[in-house]
């Protein structure tokens, strides 16, 4: 399951890591070689850190996107064998619709809410440290 979510997204993340890094300008590379920068020190000083944004964008999509998988799961297993396979949302849909148990699944799709923005408020602001510090 982890081979197909990763191929069905890794050219969506690829999209964002290239255009993270044709955003760096190119008279920053110039300059960091003007000043004695090799190649490693420009790739170390320049390449890595400007890209920040997009690595920020990527990592909270992705984790976003982790938290409520469903689709993939449910076609591929349908929760799997005694449940091993079970995401939030899987449990979700099978509380609504084959339990009726509407009431309980909207409680796990709150909580399945308020987890994803507490997770994604920790790992912002966490990110955004580290831009700033780059």
Do not use: C
């Amino acid at each position: 399951m982890v081979a197909v979510v990763i191929w069905q997204f890794a050219g969506y993340s690829m999209v964002i890591f290239l255009a993270g890094l044709q955003s760096i300008p190119q008279e920053v590379h110039e300059a960091a070689a003007l000043d004695g920068a090799g190649a490693l020190g420009r790739f170390w000083h320049v390449t890595r850190p400007m890209p920040a944004p997009a690595v920020t964008i990527n990592l909270m999509l992705s984790v976003i996107g982790g938290l409520k998988l469903f689709d993939q799961v449910w076609v591929m297993t349908q929760g799997g064998p005694g449940g091993a396979t079970d995401t939030l949302s899987t449990v979700i849909y099978r509380q609504a619709f084959q339990f009726n148990d509407f009431a309980y699944s909207i409680a796990l799709a709150l909580v399945l809410t308020v987890l994803v923005a507490v997770i994604s408020a920790v790992q912002y602001r966490g990110l955004r440290r580290r831009e700033d510090f780059s």
